[in-house]
């Protein structure tokens, strides 16, 4: 087996864990089960779906696991908002059956496809023409998101992989782009803890612009004060992240104490070299760690 070099790589980089994966509940392509059926043929043993603003993509993965012998941990990713740039936040072992998180999820579906309508007439404006029908039926009954609209552009033609879609038109300082109502990083970690859930930051890079002292600074200065408010974990092994980044923020994660979560961020979105569910992700010892914060927030409820 010694001289299998390339082989032997390919399995180096392969996590059995993956903390960040979308279905078809969100803007991922796949449903909950052929998700978690790739996963499990790709030799996962733990995952976490963590759809946009959704949990109702949870019981049919949870079905679909319990079939194919791997863990699906039940997630969520909430998207926050602050003067400081864009935070998303993953909540893992979410409660499914809690009116007051499913209304407010709710609401921000809703948000999402007024959004989404708005920004198919601004595309109209700028004479790229897709109808909002097709966005629906891309979503399909899923919480919408920009993907479905550069989908929808891939199909008329207007781009060929959706991220052009994101460049050109879509991406928060593009000619399309429409904001939606969100909570503050604050509220979206509180909204968490009170369901049950443990919060942790999503691809902390979003929220810098650039990797210098000063970016790295002010991600250490949120994260902390997040963390007051009961933040536990941060995404250190992410997409295509480099070795760099990662060290980067393992080092923040580590002075702060928070969690080194991660995951490919999977949504089979027919963009090239997309990072595939396995590919990155943390060491196994992080489900303990994730476990033990939800015990103590739950032991905290019944105080
Ligand atoms: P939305 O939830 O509608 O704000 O869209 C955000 C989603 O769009 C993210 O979760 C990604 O799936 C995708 N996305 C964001 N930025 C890009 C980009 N530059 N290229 C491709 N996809 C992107
Ligand atoms: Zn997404
Ligand atoms: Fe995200
Ligand atoms: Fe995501």
Redesign the pocket.
């Known amino acids: 087996f010694l001289c299998v070099a390339s082989h032997r790589s390919e399995e180096l980089l392969k996590s059995r864990v993956d903390l960040h994966l ?1 279905t078809t509940m ?2 991922g392509r796949l449903s909950p089960t052929e998700l978690v059926t790739l996963c499990a043929e790709r030799g996962l043993r733990q995952i976490a779906i963590t759809d ?1 603003d959704s949990l109702e993509g949870l019981p049919e993965a949870q079905a679909a696991a319990a079939e194919l012998g791997i863990d699906v941990i039940s997630g969520v ?1 909430l ?1 926050a908002d602050e003067t400081g740039g864009e935070v998303h936040l993953l909540g893992y072992f979410v409660e499914a059956d809690d009116p007051e998180l499913s209304s407010i999820l709710a609401g921000f579906r809703e948000g ?1 496809t007024t959004r ?1 309508r708005r920004i198919v007439e601004r595309l109209a404006e700028l004479d790229v023409h897709v109808s909002w029908g097709r966005v629906l039926e891309l979503s399909d009954g899923g919480a ?4 479905h609209i ?1 989908q929808a552009m891939v199909e008329k033609g207007y781009v060929q992989y ?2 052009e879609a ?2 050109q038109y879509l ?1 928060r300082s593009g000619p399309a782009y429409v904001g ?1 109502e969100r909570l503050t990083p604050a509220e979206g970690v509180a909204a968490l803890v009170k369901n049950g859930a443990v919060p942790v930051m999503a691809h902390p890079t979003y929220y810098m612009s650039g990797d210098g002292p000063e970016e790295v600074a002010r991600l250490t200065e949120t994260l902390a004060g997040l963390q007051q408010v009961g933040l536990a974990g941060m995404e250190v092994h992410y997409g295509d992240y480099t070795t760099r980044q990662v060290e980067m923020l393992a080092s923040v994660a580590s002075e702060l104490g928070l969690i080194q979560c991660g995951g490919s ?1 999977y ?1 089979a ?1 027919g ?1 090239p070299d997309e990072t595939e569910p396995g590919k990155v992700g943390p060491p196994p010892e992080v489900i303990g760690a994730l476990q033990d914060v939800r015990g103590r927030l739950l032991g905290q409820g019944e105080a």
């Open positions: 979308h969100s803007d946009h990713e998207g999402r989404g919408v998101g920009r993907p550069a959706p991220k994101f460049d991406g939606r961020d949504h979105s963009n």
